[in-house]
């Protein structure tokens, strides 16, 4: 059986995919879907750099503005919503393109991981869920996951609560450590035909990219965008509510920090975010890097784009 075609354009956060990517499904009948775990929510526009509809084009995209911000969200439900994406994009004849900064969620579609043995009973979840509300439970997880899982610590960030609960959760389930789960995982095979780029950039023009969109994101309306959220009824604790900006802007409106001090820290987070996401990629197997220091413009990155498909 033949695979189908499947398209990922993805990098680090403001290395300029929104543009490319219109370029790209324009020249190749293709739609889009988001693979952001934050343009999903609704209402939450200037914080996630989300497209507006004027710039998309007449291209159409998928995952963007589906959930309410209360909502859950992770990578399990993010995979079963881009497969239905997907499977109406195919039905078009269209090319499905696969755009977004978080890796994670483009290997589960792209590998089509299995997730079923982490769920089930979520009593224990919760229990760690209560441990890292405390002040120094957060901390004490991270150990205890370096104490049964040293190779998946090594890859989550410390503060990364949800990904370090997950990871304790299925060793507890399985008693087997969820690194191991992930390399079987990603040695599979894809179903699809896939062309995988990343895009990037010297590090110090990435860095002022992220400072200048920061900049923007507040002359923009960030704080608004916040405080609306906030009046709805959102809490800090909400999926949502930890995204980079949010979170900060929070601290700022609940008068634990200055506005400077969490622009300052936005910046910040996101540079290291940024980094985060690099380094994730450069593990990732048939990848076509695309550095914007050799290209002119979209147009010529576009051009090389074509002649690698």
């Given at each position: 059986?033949?695979?189908?075609k ?68 992770n ?16 039905a ?90 992930n ?17 990037t ?52 409106l ?28 450069k ?27």
């Open positions: 059986m033949e695979k189908k499947l398209i990922i354009l993805t990098g680090p956060t403001a290395v300029g995919k929104t543009g490319l990517s219109i370029r790209l499904a324009k020249a190749l009948n293709g739609s889009i879907i988001s693979a952001d775990s934050m343009q999903v929510y609704q209402y939450m526009d200037i914080g996630s750099a989300k497209i507006r509809p004027e710039e998309m084009d007449g291209v159409d995209h998928y995952l963007i503005d589906c959930l309410k911000p209360w909502e859950p969200f990578v399990v439900i993010f995979q079963q919503m881009a497969r239905q994406a997907m499977a109406q994009i195919y078009q004849e269209k090319i499905p393109i696969l755009v977004g900064g978080t890796g994670f969620y483009i290997q589960a579609v792209l590998y089509d991981i299995d997730f079923t043995e982490n769920d089930g009973d979520t009593a224990y979840r919760r229990q760690l869920e209560a441990m890292a509300a405390t002040e120094a439970g957060a901390a004490e997880l991270y150990n205890i996951l370096k104490s049964v899982d040293l190779k998946a610590a090594q890859e989550i960030h410390p503060h990364n609560t949800k990904r370090i609960v997950r990871a304790l959760e299925f060793y507890y389930q399985t008693n087997r450590p969820i690194s191991e789960h390399l079987e995982q990603r040695a599979k095979e894809s179903p699809f035909n896939f062309s995988y780029f990343v895009l950039d010297d590090r110090e023009k990435l860095y002022a990219r992220i400072d200048d969109r920061v900049d923007q994101m507040i002359k923009d309306g960030l704080v608004e965008e916040v405080r609306s959220l906030l009046q709805m009824g959102c809490e800090r604790s909400m999926t949502s509510m930890q995204g980079l900006g949010y979170k900060e802007i929070i601290d700022y609940t008068g634990e920090i200055t506005l400077d001090e969490a622009i300052y820290r936005i910046k910040r987070d996101t540079r290291h975010f940024a980094k985060r996401q690099i380094t994730w990629f593990w990732e197997r048939d990848v076509a890097w695309i550095n914007r220091r050799d290209y002119e413009d979209d147009q010529t990155i576009l051009k090389a784009i074509l002649k690698l498909l």
